[in-house]
């Protein structure tokens, strides 16, 4: 059985107090990893070397195309162990070793758009209003970043927090989820071969009373980038009044997908598969509200229905398989219930809705026909394969139901009309719209979202201002000593 250390101040060790914790493999339901958890001493360490290395010449001094040239040789070493960190991932967490793969390569992307602005980071020459003043702005990294990330899309994630964060100059604590971490700490082995010097990144892992909680505490952290559920958010927002971090949510969401009668039907289908189904549903963006205009309801839930018998369900390690385990048989849970609750409120299960009987967590992909907006499949974020279906008669009220949320992080829309595409997407509440396309990313596309599904954005050129601050520099330029200042002129 595989065993994992922390990762503090470019060493490897176990955690102060000794804590073990195991990791099952979603696709048998057996342990197949151990790791280590860190104590609130491990945090003051891991904090303090980033501080430390914060002010030593080896990271202070770096020239920034330096640091740029140490985010393109992590880069390279991510992509070429993408296909092993894919497989890691797949065991721990139970995603498809198709899509951790390709996830994995496709990083690499992040780190090189941010090794390539690192030397771009600029200030200003201020035309100031006052003579003989030379003014300017520069911008300085922001300090000690503590970055916490989970499980289901690990890599990606902690790429649109390390790497800006490298980029501008600063130091990262890499809080990995206690739930299938390992990918996160064979990460931290590539920091390590990179070159980094020690401190500058650490990685560690941990509950929230001993690991998460001292972190976002801690007086010397100076900006906190967190992804995870809106609950765990409200405690990071309260830890975060102790040290003033300056800090960025991208939290959960119930992402609505629009189908008009003018969409090409077979795109809007293969949309909703992949809003839904892609990544096992386990996914912050997946369209799991999907509303449909009435005159197409029908012939769009046939062909998801017909769709629906090809789909193979299994080892996500196999090739040939599309939907694997959820990560935690907890998800399998919270969606039987929620599809028991729907089915009282009137809904009618179309497809799938049963835990598969087979070892691990493994969930049918499921279609619910919605009966009223208020039906539970359509208010709670599962993290698993359920789409939930309703129909609409005019655009007004495909966008008043899609603006029905608490949530507001992704949005699709499938239509042939130009025109109503710029409409709509310019009417709905959420940071991301894609249309007539579902769940594109890129490191130049800013990425996160409205109310609560959190706040700051992550990815594209701004993301690197996030982790910096602005000082203005004053030199006067006058033959004349300055002026007594109890004289007024």
């Known amino acids: 059985m595989s065993h994992y250390q922390l990762y503090i101040d470019g060493r490897w060790c176990e955690g102060a107090a000794g804590q073990i914790m195991s990791s099952q493999n979603p696709a048998t339901g057996e342990d197949w990893a151990t790791f280590a958890c860190a104590a609130p001493e491990d945090v003051e360490r891991a904090v303090g070397a980033a501080r430390r290395a914060l002010q030593e010449p080896q990271w202070r001094d770096m020239t920034q195309s330096a640091r740029g040239n140490l985010l393109f040789r992590l880069a390279d070493l991510i992509e070429q162990n993408a296909g092993r960190l894919g497989e890691i991932e797949t065991t721990d967490s139970g ?37 003989d003043m030379h003014v300017f702005t520069r911008r300085e990294p922001i300090g000690v970043v503590a970055a916490i990330v989970p499980w289901n899309a690990q890599m990606f994630l902690a790429a649109t927090k390390v790497g800006p964060a490298l980029a501008a100059g600063c130091t990262v604590v890499l809080k990995a989820s206690e739930v299938a971490p390992a990918p996160m700490l064979e990460f931290a082995r590539l920091i390590e071969e990179a070159g980094f010097p020690p401190g500058v990144v650490s990685v560690i892992t941990g ?3 001993n690991c998460a909680i001292p972190l976002t505490r801690h007086r010397d952290v100076d900006r906190i980038a967190f992804t995870g559920g809106p609950e765990t958010a409200r405690h990071v927002v309260r830890n975060s009044a102790e040290n003033f971090a300056v800090t960025s949510l991208e939290l959960g969401g119930k992402s609505p997908i629009l189908v008009f009668e003018d969409a090409d039907i077979e795109g809007a289908t293969n949309g909703l598969i992949a809003g839904n189904f892609g990544a096992s549903g386990q996914s912050c ?8 205009q009435r005159s197409v309801m029908e012939q769009i839930a046939a062909r998801l229905e017909d769709k629906a018998k090809s789909i193979v369900v299994g080892d996500p390690l196999d090739a040939n398989t599309h939907v694997g385990p959820l990560c935690t048989a907890a998800q399998i849970k919270t969606i039987e219930t929620t599809l028991a609750r729907s089915v009282e409120q009137g809904a009618v299960i179309r497809f799938g809705g049963a835990r598969l ?38 655009e007004a009220e495909a966008i008043a139901l899609a603006n029905e949320t608490d949530y507001g992080l992704g949005s699709g829309i499938f239509t042939n009309d130009l025109a109503r595409a710029h409409r709509v997407s310019a009417r709905i509440r959420a940071g ?43 030199i006067s330029t006058s033959d004349h000593p300055m002026a007594n200042p109890f004289v007024m002129r």
């Open 95 to 131: 995603k498809l070793l198709a899509e951790t793969a390709a996830q994995t390569g496709y990083v690499g992307q992040y780190y090189r758009y941010y090794g390539g602005l690192a030397d771009k980071i600029e200030g200003a020459v201020l035309p100031i209003d006052k003579p």
């Open 285 to 292: 963006v997946a369209g799991s509200r999907a509303f449909v």
């Open 207 to 209: 509950d929230a009373e």
């Open 432 to 474: 991301i719209c894609w249309v007539n396309t579902y769940r594109a990313v890129s490191p130049i596309a800013p990425f996160g979202g409205f109310n609560q599904s959190g706040y700051g954005r992550e990815a594209g050129m701004d993301a690197i201002h996030d982790y910096t601050r602005t000082k203005t520099t004053w």
């Open 357 to 394: 009987q087979r070892p691990g967590n493994y969930m049918a992909p499921t279609l619910v026909e919605c009966t009223q907006p208020e039906t539970q499949t359509l208010k709670t974020e599962m993290f698993g394969p359920v789409m939930s279906l309703y129909p609409f008669e005019t």
